[in-house]
């Protein structure tokens, strides 16, 4: 060591650090967390958007009135703010959709999952998604040209526009949504268990209802949550189909009107801002807002669940 | 995955029965959306292709269904197309090289970030059209222009161009930043020149999709003003409509010639989406890399 001191002199000291701070590398840092920055802006955008106007409307016509009034003419003189038609409205087309598209999409996961070979799983899973590819409009073209008629000619009474024609279009439009997350949550089954059971001698059938299902169903529940929050938002497939009439009936045969669809119709037409109707759109819309924000969250919960247990 | 034969012999006639009959309920469920899928094109363009004519790609619309046609509601599309590629390309991008790249995951205000994107996505469209026609038509007092359609499906289409661009940017190995930074490149440097480069096929296909799924939008262009009769092109900062609004419209007409030239227009959508989802779908076969 001495005489490598001698020959070189001392050991020059080596820094790691930059020799100034990096500033262009804080600046490129900032300009992304901005970017990131817009997504929380829009969150905040759309709860003041909503609350705002909100308020002020419910200065004016009280939450009582307007969560159990039981008729919705908000354009009419007198005037009236009940909601509860189009929530009416907006459950009965949820549900006709629902009752499509859970039992539907669950059995496309369960056959994509647990029964279709690999390569036929490969075609079948991008093809079952152009169906949430194509744009809404359009399935409200189909539902009011083709599929109420079609529902009348098979001798179900149906108006022009009815919820029932509206709500199964939409289910079929949702199945992809069910069957993609469900089939997600089964693929993601530990194959040991599905082994284990065949060893025992189950079936394919049993294999399937009563190992994977019961092990997914978080991922499942998700998916049945997520299609519900979707119906529920629709805007243009009962915008076309299912009319514009707000009442309060049962009777998925009738034209109806859901909070969606208050609100584009409303929205069209140049309502005055400030004016109590322009009000509406924001009261109807944070309801909305609100339900779908529940549900999502709700769903959102159910997924990372299964992922924590399995993945 | 396949049954185990059974070696004690053959299972019993009802569960065989029972296996077939759940099988064939299963054939019959995914087959459902294929077979209105299918009924839908057909219906569509049996009812369209005589509407398919240049009158509809060039003229403007008009009160009589035959010389009616979507020019501006087409140019309206393409310049919300090229809006939005400069504007929620970027950002989304921007959004995913943070929070991939820069955010430390511990912090409670990431989380925030991620938890906030995943409740975006889901979203109804329609309340992104309250928002526009609160803050940029109203409030800022923007108008009822182009430019608050697009900001509005910006917003709208983000969370998926985050979410795709995530997938691309994750996708891309460990090894590959560690080799740069050994080499003394800065976080930047190995950010721009070696991750974003290899996750670009990725980025792009996601990219591609979202703008699919922007342009396929109606209802939140309803609220910030696009149902308006425009005859003339469209401008950035002028009044505007877009194809699947121009479709609504006709489909609202009660002249059964209009809802023929609806399904026309529908047409002309579909095959904008499709050209779109095949380059996205031949970006991806092409160009992407698996480590």
Known sequence: MATREAALGPRPEIRLR??????????????????????????????????EPSIEFFSEISAVDFFSGTTWAPLFVPS??????????????????????????????????????????????????????????????????????????????????????????MGVMLIPTVASISED????????????????????????????????????????????????????????AAGGIAQLTADSREPMQTMTAFIAATGIGDVPTGSIEYKTIFAVGLTLFVITLVMNVFAIRLVRKYREIYE | MSAVPAILGRRSTGERVRGGAFYALLVFSISVGFLLLGTLLVDVFRKGVPFLDWVL????????????????????????????????????????LYLEEYADRERWYNRVLEINIQNLAAVPSIV???????????????????????????????PIVIVSSREAIRAVPDSIRQGAYALGATQWQVISRQVLPAAIPGIATGSILALARAIGETAPLLLVGALTYVAIDPTILGQFTALPIQIFQWIARPQDDFKLLAAAGIIVLLAILLVMNAGAIWLRNRYQRRW
């Open chain 1, 18 to 51: 930059a020799e100034s701070r990096r500033w262009s590398e804080d600046v490129v840092k900032g300009v992304l967390a901005l970017c990131a920055l817009v997504s929380v802006a829009t969150t905040l955008g759309i709860v003041i958007a909503l609350l």
């Open chain 1, 80 to 169: 009236s703010f009940g909601v509860l038609p189009l929530l009416a409205g907006t459950l009965n087309v949820t549900a006709v959709a629902c009752l499509v598209a859970m039992p539907l999409g669950l059995a496309a996961a369960i056959f994509l999952s647990e029964y279709a070979k690999p390569r036929v799983r490969q075609v079948l899973k991008p093809s079952l998604e152009v169906l949430a590819g194509i744009p809404t409009v359009v399935f409200g073209f189909f539902a009011l040209t083709f599929f109420t008629p079609l529902l009348q000619d098979v001798g179900i009474d149906v108006n022009v526009f009815n919820a029932l024609s509206a709500g199964i279009v």
């Open chain 1, 185 to 240: 949550a089964m693929a993601s089954v530990p194959r040991e268990l599905r082994d284990g059971a065949y060893a025992l001698g189950g079936s394919r059938l049993q294999v399937s209802t009563r190992i994977v299902v019961p092990a997914a169903i978080s991922g499942i529940v998700a998916s049945f949550v997520l299609a519900i929050s979707r119906a529920i938002g629709e805007t243009m497939i009962v915008l076309i």
């Open chain 2, 57 to 96: 790609l060039n003229n403007p619309p008009s009160a009589s269904p035959e010389k009616a046609g979507a020019r501006p509601a087409i140019l309206g599309t393409i310049y919300m197309m090229g809006l939005l590629l400069l504007m929620a390309v970027p950002v989304g991008v921007g959004t995913a």
């Open chain 2, 128 to 158: 992104y059209g309250i928002l526009g026609l609160a803050f940029l038509v109203r409030g800022l007092g923007l108008g009822r222009v182009l430019l608050a359609g697009a900001m509005i499906l910006t917003l709208l289409v983000l």
